[in-house]
Structures are given as C-alpha cells and as structure tokens.
C-alpha cells in the first residue's frame, strides 16, 4: 500500500477509535417475558463505579417498560451476567419475590388472578452490589392483563 494510502487509512482508523472511545456504554439490559409479550429495557438508573444509587429518586417513567400478563401464566425475567454477577433482587408492587437475591440470570414466578384484579401491577428489578445491601441500579416494568 503507498505511504499516502497507509496515512489515510492510519487518520481513518483513529478518528474511528477517538469516536468509539468518546461514546458511553450501555446501560445493561433486563428483559421481561409472558406468553408471547416481551420487553427489553436499559437501566433507568445504573451506577458504574458501583456505589449506591438512590432508586427512588433515579430515572425518568419514559423509560417504564410494559408486559401484557396473564393469571397463573410464567413470567420470566432475564438480566445480563453483569447484573447477576453481584445479584438482584426483584418485587411486585411493595412485595420482593425473594428472601435474598437472586445470582442466576433468571428468574420465573405467575400471577394469580387476585393479584392482577388490582390493575397494572409495578415490576421493580434492583441491582445490588457484591454485599447485597445497596441498590446499584434500577429497571420498571407495568404488568398488565390482557
């Protein structure tokens, strides 16, 4: 290749890397399933340095991801392995599914038709750090019937 070419394709690739480097990452991803309905959503709020954030405060209702669901139908919920590395934990409305959190990159449970008759349930997914013990990040999803 002529030195000139070679200087071009050395500018080319460097302005691609300066470009690539200069962009934020991702937020990481959860992805709720029942039936035939699916969603996958980023973080309304994520830490990277892995501190604490404050869920309650953090996020915008835009970014609240909706399922259509049905009583005693599976719902699954799947995370990154970034996510399960340090654990999550996961409710509906002000009730956590679990004792402790969950470290596996799944997670299945069903609704009973008294829990749905209430409307649109909230799902809450919570990232938490390696001690189990502060938030990390946040994801909202609306469960609602069919």
Sequence with gaps: MPAARRSVAFG???????????CDKPNPTVTVFSG?????????????????VDTSTCGSEEKVGAISVRANQTVGISVDPKIADSGWIVAVGQSQLTPRKITETYFRF?????ELA?????????????AGTAPVGRWLFDLKTD
């Design 12 to 22: 080319l690739a460097t302005v691609g890397l300066l470009t690539l480097t200069g």
């Design 36 to 52: 035939s309905s699916s969603n996958r959503a980023e973080a309304i709020c994520w830490s990277r340095s892995g501190k604490a």
């Design 110 to 114: 069903t609704l009973t038709p008294q």
């Design 118 to 130: 209430s409307g649109p349930l909230r799902l809450q997914v919570v990232a938490v750090d390696k």
